[in-house]
Structure formats: structure tokens, C-alpha cells
């Protein structure tokens, strides 16, 4: 299992706290700076948590995309 911590704020349900990713496969592309996580995906931040399948994190646009049996528990 893979762990990043990032520290970018994000406007979405998280607020803009920092949160943590963990991902059995993640991929990153600095250029685009989109990141990808695949395989039990699990982001937890203060209080929250969402887990899915994939999910993806784009820096431009400062929004997280989960997909596949996507749950948050609050």
C-alpha cells in the first residue's frame, strides 16, 4: 500500500485542510499535475474519510474525482 500526504488546499467536501491519501498504486504527473490513486483508496482528512476505487487529484483545477463504490463517512 502507498501513502501521500498532500498538503495542497483543495476546495471540495475536505475543506481546505491537508489530507492523506492511501492507494494500493499511485501515479503522478508534475507537468499536468494530475494525480492518480487505483485500488482501495482511502482519503482521510480531520473527521472525514472517502474511500473508492480511483480516485484523482488535479492541481489546476483543485478538485478531487472519486470513482467506483464510493462511500465518505463523516
Not at 491537508?18 to 499536468?32: I, L, Y
Not at 474519510?49 to 483543485?62: H, K, L, R, S, V
Request: zero cysteines; hydrophobic letters at 40%.
Amino acid at each position: 500500500m502507498l501513502k501521500l500526504l498532500l498538503t495542497l488546499l483543495v476546495s471540495s467536501t475536505f475543506g481546505t485542510e491537508p489530507f492523506e491519501v492511501t492507494a494500493d498504486e499511485m501515479t503522478a504527473s508534475q507537468k499536468s499535475g494530475v494525480y492518480i490513486a487505483t485500488g482501495n483508496v482511502v482519503l482521510r482528512r480531520k473527521g472525514q474519510t472517502a474511500y473508492a476505487d480511483i480516485m484523482t487529484f488535479d492541481e489546476n483545477t483543485q478538485l478531487v474525482t472519486a470513482r467506483g463504490n464510493v462511500t465518505l463517512v463523516e
